[in-house]
């Protein structure tokens, strides 16, 4: 029989830090969220104003046509390396059960449209993520430093509209049978490898 590691931390020892950063709530009965040691019994809004100080100059786009459920997933990958804003063009409500309440630590802006999205984030090199024709690989591509990076649902990809409006589509090689990866675990990569390209340089 093995033991459940333990998540989270318990009530804070007394004397309490008295920072207005602690919640007081967590302090008395202790800490079970999925956050770093660092951000231990801050409350959510401490924590993302720390985290405003070192966003990347990247965002994540979402297409929520059919409420894909691996929208969480997208925004989880989002808040594990820091963007600075996630976009959800559709459907206003999505499944957050995935996110694992990383959206709290996020600024998430919502479009009807491709053209209201386009129109919010026109300073910005708009970048498909897909393996349709015309793609190119990812591996062999420079992404745009300023870009914001598109992905689509996880059956029918990105629409015919966001495909037009993208200056550029990447896929991400493969070596297997399968068409193509979820598009979650796509989201992974490709944020990895723009953060490989402007962050981990060193």
Do not use: C
Not at 50 to 66: G, M, P, T
Request: avoid cysteine; charge should be negative.
């Amino acid at each position: 029989m093995t033991n459940t590691p333990t998540i989270g931390v318990g009530p804070h020892s007394q004397p309490w830090p008295t920072d207005p950063k602690y919640d007081l709530e967590l302090l008395e009965h202790g800490d079970s969220r999925n956050v770093i040691d660092k951000y231990r019994y801050w409350t959510v809004e401490a924590i993302k104003a720390d985290l405003d100080k070192s966003r990347v100059d990247l965002h994540i786009a979402i297409e929520n046509w059919q409420h894909d459920l691996n929208i969480g997933t997208i925004v989880r990958n989002a808040n594990a390396f820091n963007v600075a804003a996630v976009h959800i063009i559709g459907k206003r409500h999505w499944n957050k059960r995935g996110a694992m309440v990383t959206d709290r630590y996020l600024d998430i802006f919502h479009h009807d449209s491709v053209d209201e999205f386009v129109n919010a984030v026109k300073d910005r090199h708009i970048i498909a993520v897909d393996n349709l024709a015309g793609s190119v690989p990812l591996s062999q591509t420079q992404l745009p430093a300023h870009a914001v990076l598109v992905f689509g649902g996880e059956g029918p990809g990105l629409s015919d509209e966001m495909v037009a409006a993208s200056e550029k589509m990447v896929h991400i090689e493969q070596l297997g049978s399968t068409r193509s990866v979820n598009v979650g675990v796509a989201s992974g990569i490709a944020m990895y490898t723009w953060l490989q390209q402007y962050i981990l340089t060193d």
